[in-house]
């Protein structure tokens, strides 16, 4: 019998013979049993937004409906309905697309639709007895941690992998309010301001609370992450897909504070220090095989770059054409021959149990 292609697939959903859920669980199956990874070809990395345009037609009607809910709220002067009716149709629906259709981009609209209502309705339950008084540490910290265990059950339930983004900016949260109630000082908008600004909150040296919260949170964002990818080495399952949500969400939390720490050491050591790292993230992103880090070290990249057009007294508009060309070849070069850098770099690497689990690498030519 001769194989069946994607065409087939499709055409037995248009005669009635399949369901939309069952050709897409059939082809997740072929997929799966030829090596999905293999097939993709060799600088492919696996990311879905969404199938079809009938994804986005869908999504469309959503957030329509989810508006047209909003205006009904303001006609009704009754701004709990948003929260608690969005709420419950996010379920609802994302009973339909999620479980039955397997849609994907609606699946991620109605997670987010979940997640900002709960965390719209947390925070208006406890503006109740509170009347026009600000929220304390206290507060965001009670909002983003319930806000947080609905999503995480949101999540048990849907299995979304957009979800665990929702989730880790909950984290977010809850590590900053955390952090704002055992050392209120530190985090304060006053403190902040004084210490140059939001920026501030990524430099090591100037606001050590704020930046190493915002470390710790990417490190174990990080290994949440990784702990998803050393499960699927050849990125053919939802942990795949759950693991990139986690690393867009670890990368420029480490990767900022890190740079910035070292960057505003000043003179040549902290440029210098500063270029060391980003090669240490370059390494550390082709050996796990995700361009997320390298991608959120971009700026720095050329912000070292225009320092060292500065220091060698190029012309300023000639130091932004070199810049920018370098920078355009280095990353140009770097994603064209992602592979073979990968494959020379894994087999210099030793031997061991979790080299094994991390994704398969082709000899180098």
């Known amino acids: 019998m001769a194989d069946l292609t994607a065409d087939d697939i499709r055409a037995a959903v248009a005669a009635g013979v399949l369901s939309e859920s069952q050709a897409a ?16 070809g060799d600088d492919d990395e696996p990311f879905e937004l969404f199938k079809g345009f009938s994804e986005i037609f869908v999504t469309v009607g959503l957030a329509l409906l989810s508006g047209g ?6 006609v ?42 709960a965390m719209w309705l947390v925070s208006r339950l ?45 984290g977010i949260g809850v590590a900053f309010s955390l952090a704002g109630v055992l050392f209120p000082d530190s985090l304060s908008g006053v403190d ?27 490190i174990i964002a990080f290994l949440a992450a990784m702990r998803f990818d050393l499960r699927d080495p050849h990125r053919i399952s939802r942990n795949a897909a759950n693991a990139f949500w986690l690393h867009i969400l670890a990368a420029p939390a480490i990767v900022n504070v890190v740079t910035v720490s070292l960057l505003n050491v000043g003179g040549t050591a902290g440029y210098l220090l500063a270029a ?14 995700r361009r997320s880090f390298l991608t959120a070290g971009i700026i720095y990249i050329g912000a070292i770059l225009a320092w060292a057009m500065s220091a060698a007294n190029v012309d300023t508009g000639w130091g932004i ?14 994603g064209t021959w992602w ?15 979790l080299k094994s689990k991390l994704p398969p690498y082709s000899e180098a030519p």
Not at 69 to 74: G, T
Not at 92 to 107: I, Q
Not at 147 to 167: C, E, K, S
Not at 339 to 353: C, E, K, N, S, V
């Open 321 to 334: 054409v070199w810049t920018l060309l370098l920078m355009g070849a280095f990353i140009t070069a770097t």
């Open 276 to 289: 060391l790292a980003l090669v240490v993230i370059t390494l550390v992103a082709l050996i796990i095989d």
């Open 25 to 40: 669980r059939l082809i997740a199956i072929a997929e799966a049993r030829r090596g999905f990874r293999l097939n993709m």
């Open 76 to 117: 009704l002067t009754n701004f709990f309905v948003i929260p608690v009716t969005t709420l419950v149709l996010s379920v609802v629906f994302a009973g339909y697309f999620t479980l039955r259709r397997r849609m994907t981009l609606p699946s991620i609209y109605l997670a987010f639709t979940f997640a900002f209502s």
């Open 192 to 218: 902040i301001l004084a210490h140059g600004g939001w920026n501030s909150l990524t430099d090591l040296g100037t606001n050590p609370i704020a930046s190493m919260t915002l470390l710790l949170f990417g």
């Open 126 to 170: 406890l503006m109740i007895p509170r009347n026009l008084d600000p929220f304390s540490p206290l507060d965001i910290l009670i909002i983003f941690l319930v806000t947080g265990a609905l999503v995480i059950g949101y999540f048990a339930i849907f299995r979304v992998p957009f979800t665990l983004f929702l989730v880790g900016l909950c």
């Open 69 to 74: 809910f909003v205006f009904l709220s303001i």
């Open 339 to 353: 592979t073979q850098l990968r494959a020379r770099i894994m087999a210099i690497l030793p031997d061991t149990a």
